[in-house]
């Protein structure tokens, strides 16, 4: 069994087991190393944390197949762990395309990962239903055919974008992907835990559930209690590093004071946790270990 084999086949086992997990979410190999350390089971990768350490903003497809490919690679190269990568539409529109992608992403080791309906046109912003599912389809007949324990994920985007009748038409819709070969499905940004239990009750396949948003995010046991299978944060992570380092840009600018070193993290407390896989590494180079 190749390593990727073996990643896929655990992080498929996290999905069947009772209860829930948690799937965090770095945005490079040092974040992805610091999660690894503190216990975590899975990761994740992130869209948004990719598109802003590039300097441009997660939308519109500003970032490119073969970029997010490299970013996830770097990832499941940097921890034993398995990895899922959010691979938004799956950079076509085409089933055909989103195919490829999904070969790509067995071919670079991930476990698994996450295709979603939006289509990055503002006129129409989501795929129509039919069109969306034959993306699904296409997507499961690919890891069919390489025999692959790879765990897709189809979100419905419905929410996200504002939708009329968004949990309506999200229901339809991951219904439909159930049906195309989804092992799990997402609906990103519900809020109320009525709508999260409503679409954890509305399939037989694991629910994905977004942490971390809203005024009161809603906990690992309550979001447990409602169904969700597994939890992961998107871009929240990367966007509270990102406003730490807002808050000391504008202090700096505003006050001419650096107060916020007191709470930055301690050179020596990072290098502790990412000293084991540096020296598991080095020992692995030399042949040998002790």
């Known amino acids: 069994?190749?390593?990727?084999?073996?990643?896929?086949?655990?992080?498929?086992?996290?999905?069947?087991?009772?209860?829930?997990?948690?799937?965090?979410?770095?945005?490079?190999?040092?974040?992805?190393?610091?999660?690894?350390?503190?216990?975590?089971?899975?990761?994740?990768?992130?869209?948004?944390?990719?598109?802003?350490?590039?300097?441009?903003?997660?939308?519109?497809?500003?970032?490119?197949?073969?970029?997010?490919?490299?970013?996830?690679?770097?990832i499941v190269d940097a921890t034993e762990l398995p990895v899922s990568a959010d691979l938004e539409s799956g950079f076509g529109d085409t089933p055909e395309e989103v195919a490829e992608t999904i070969q790509q992403a067995m071919d670079i080791g991930l476990a698994g990962a996450s295709i979603e309906d939006a289509s990055g046109d503002p006129a129409e912003p989501l795929y129509d239903i039919t069109l969306a599912t034959e993306r699904i389809e296409a997507a499961r007949a690919v890891i069919d055919k390489a025999q692959s324990p790879f765990v897709l994920t189809a979100r419905a985007e419905s929410v996200l974008i504002g939708q009329q009748n968004a949990l309506e038409n999200a229901l339809r819709r991951i219904r439909a992907f159930e049906k195309a070969g989804a092992d799990v499905v997402y609906v990103p940004g519900l809020l109320k835990s009525m709508d999260i239990h409503t679409v954890t009750h509305a399939v037989s396949v694991p629910v994905n559930a977004l942490a971390g948003i809203g005024e009161k995010p809603l906990t690992v046991d309550k979001l447990e209690s409602l169904g969700v299978k597994r939890i992961s944060l998107g871009s929240v992570l990367s966007r509270a590093a990102m406003g730490a380092f807002l808050r000391a840009a504008q202090q700096?600018?505003?006050?001419?004071?650096?107060?916020?070193?007191?709470?930055?993290?301690?050179?020596?407390?990072?290098?502790?946790?990412?000293?084991?896989?540096?020296?598991?590494?080095?020992?692995?180079?030399?042949?040998?270990?002790?």
């Open 1 to 74: 069994m190749s390593s990727a084999d073996d990643k896929a086949k655990r992080f498929r086992k996290l999905h069947e087991r009772d209860g829930v997990f948690v799937m965090p979410n770095p945005w490079d190999a040092g974040t992805a190393r610091i999660l690894a350390a503190h216990d975590f089971e899975a990761l994740a990768t992130t869209s948004a944390g990719l598109a802003f350490s590039l300097g441009r903003p997660d939308s519109e497809w500003r970032v490119s197949r073969n970029e997010a490919m490299a970013h996830a690679k770097s």
């Open 252 to 290: 700096i600018r505003d006050h001419g004071t650096f107060d916020f070193a007191h709470d930055a993290a301690a050179f020596e407390a990072i290098t502790e946790l990412l000293r084991p896989w540096n020296e598991s590494r080095s020992r692995s180079r030399r042949g040998g270990s002790t």
